[in-house]
């Protein structure tokens, strides 16, 4: 909870200046090498002088066979200019080779905010996009990538999949959670003014400041990853029948119906019952194993998810959307659907 809070203040405070790390950009990073070969990378809320996204693709330029690196520096200043830094191959380890191109800012956007004229073309030369954008504006930066029809790899809030923006994109298979991060610690650089309130946090022997979050963060991305061929009960895209799982016959008190939804409860991914045909809520965190060889979703108890599918599994009590057991509100739940659920008689696993 302590973690979330962080990341709600940088919204609410706009404090947005979280610098990644180097080994959680390279963790993620290896899983595409295949997919950025002949690519245009642009790093598009990154300071080349100090960003780590600019520092891996430059030194892997080579080793990735990528065709062009950008890197956007952000001018603080309003209605001063500033510049691109792209680089093109033939020194990968010299983070200063490359060369600069002028850009300005227009109307209420900076130089090299990347809503602004100048960012918005270099953005149309790219072709994959992969930084860690301002949490506060992390929908707006997801809607400017899908009108333009880009691939990507950024970072975000865990919590953003539960916005009426972000999780519709989950639920139509355009997005989906990264190889990596799925729930693990992690750290950013943070300016020299940012306040450390929690003894987790930490000061380098440079000066340098770190805070910790603990499974809040999430690569989201919509280029292919190899969890999403395996999910709970799949390997290499084939159906495992070697492993034993959960059932729903049999173990009916394990699975309770929601008062006001036609869905029974899971309270951990790893329980989803194999044999079970109808609409069950599964927590958030269950993106993190999410195969469509698997499931479907139909949608999410929310407040502004009032789709068809939603309406018909909803019961009378209009006015409470997260799920009640008894009487007892849970968190707010995704609800899905095994696409090939499997008895027990079926399964050799058993």
Wanted: proline fraction near 4%; charge should be negative; aromatic fraction near 14%.
């Amino acid at each position: 909870m302590a973690d979330n809070k962080k990341l709600k203040n940088a919204k609410a405070e706009k404090n947005d200046e979280f610098y990644t790390e180097y080994n959680t950009i390279s963790d993620e990073m290896g899983h595409y090498r295949k997919q950025f070969e002949e690519q245009v990378v642009y790093c598009n809320c990154d300071d080349p002088e100090w960003s780590n996204f600019w520092r891996y693709f430059h030194s892997n330029f080579g080793s990735l066979k990528l065709k062009k690196l950008i890197c956007t520096h952000y001018q603080r200043e309003a209605g001063e200019s500033s510049y691109a830094l792209i680089y093109e191959g033939g020194d990968d380890f010299n983070m200063e080779a490359g060369y600069t191109v002028p850009i300005q800012g227009n109307g209420d956007y900076n130089a090299g905010d990347f809503r602004s004229d100048a960012c918005i073309e270099l953005l149309k030369e790219s072709t994959i996009v992969t930084t860690n954008p301002p949490f506060s504006l992390f929908r707006e930066y997801v809607a400017q990538l899908f009108k333009h029809e880009k691939k990507f790899i950024i970072i975000g809030n865990q919590n953003a999949v539960t916005t009426k923006e972000i999780f519709p994109l989950f639920k139509e298979n355009k997005v989906w959670y990264g190889q990596s991060l799925h729930g693990q610690r992690i750290e950013f650089r943070v300016p020299d003014d940012y306040p450390l309130l929690n003894s987790t946090n930490r000061v380098d022997e440079k000066g340098n400041k770190y805070i910790r979050i603990n499974g809040g963060v999430r690569w989201f991305t919509n280029l292919d990853v190899k969890y999403r061929h395996d999910g709970l009960w799949h390997r290499n895209g084939e159906f495992d029948n070697t492993q034993a799982h959960y059932y729903y016959e049999g173990n009916e008190n394990r699975y309770p119906q929601y008062d006001n939804y036609l869905a029974i409860n899971v309270d951990a991914t790893k329980e989803i019952p194999i044999d079970y045909e109808g609409v069950m809520g599964v927590p958030i965190t269950w993106l993190d194993k999410y195969s469509p060889l698997e499931f479907t979703i139909i949608g999410m108890t929310a407040s502004w998810d009032e789709t068809s599918e939603m309406s018909q599994i909803k019961t009378s009590q209009r006015r409470r959307h997260n799920p009640l057991i008894s009487g007892k509100e849970v968190y707010r739940r995704i609800l899905i659907r095994n696409l090939h659920p499997v008895s027990k008689a079926e399964d050799k696993g058993y």
